[in-house]
């Protein structure tokens, strides 16, 4: 099953900050996240390999919680090139190697 | 140039039709995947492979082949067009688990 992730949408303006939650009725063994703009495909944001783990990448930083089965994205100070639709993408399985994506979370930074 | 490439970039195809969708990548990566996006349902998993010769399905596979005779190759195969597999479709490679996964700039299909 999808991953679910929450909000579905949110619009922020430039410096406000942001939680995109991923969750999942299954065991976590890994989360992915990526973003996508507009008309291109998605690029790697960062993978959290184990519970609780964080991991930051500028602005943007994750938590997994692995008992709780979910993980968080954090947009902190956000930039208008902050928009685009984030996924989380999980790996099924013990060493499973298939990343299943949720349904994406559309965020907007307005100036 | 090395990466990850698909082509065509855009098909328009009849009902009943067979259309092939490639997918090329030259890192050598030993996993492959073909997912699907639709609005409201994120990336869909089609079809997977380990290395060549080995490939699974995912959590969307009817309608759609896939074959893997060469590592770097990973083509995807519509037998019979339906409306319901317009979308876009993008390929992926991974050099193992728990890797990231890089994207091709995908296809867009179209199914008259």
């Known amino acids: 099953q999808q991953p679910v992730q929450s909000p579905q949408a949110v619009i922020l303006r430039e410096g406000e900050d942001a939680v995109i939650n991923c969750s999942s009725s299954k065991a976590l063994y890994s989360v992915h996240w990526y973003r996508q703009k507009h008309g291109e495909a998605p690029v790697f944001l960062m993978i959290l390999l184990k519970g609780g783990e964080q991991k930051g990448h500028d602005k943007i930083s994750a938590s997994f919680n692995e008992k709780k089965q979910q993980s968080s994205l954090y947009l902190t100070a956000s930039q208008l090139s902050y928009s685009g639709t984030y996924f989380c993408?999980?790996?099924?399985?013990?060493?499973?190697?298939?990343?299943?994506f949720g349904a994406g979370t559309r965020l907007f930074v307005k100036a | 140039d090395a990466g990850i490439t698909q082509s065509p970039r855009y098909k328009i195809t009849e009902t009943g039709r067979q259309v092939t969708l490639m997918c090329h990548q030259t890192w050598s990566h030993s996993y492959m995947f073909w997912y699907r996006q639709d609005l409201g349902h994120g990336l869909r998993l089609i079809y997977y492979?380990?290395?060549?010769?080995?490939?699974d399905k995912g959590e969307v596979p009817d309608g759609y082949v896939v074959s893997r005779s060469k590592t770097e190759n990973f083509p995807l195969t519509l037998e019979s067009a339906t409306r319901s597999q317009t979308s876009v479709y993008f390929c992926?490679?991974?050099?193992?688990?728990?890797?990231?996964?890089?994207f091709g700039n995908g296809t867009r299909l179209t199914v008259t």
């Open positions: 492979s380990a290395a060549a010769d080995i490939t």
């Open positions: 992926a490679s991974s050099v193992g688990v728990n890797s990231p996964l890089h």
């Open positions: 993408g999980t790996e099924m399985g013990t060493g499973g190697f298939k990343t299943i």
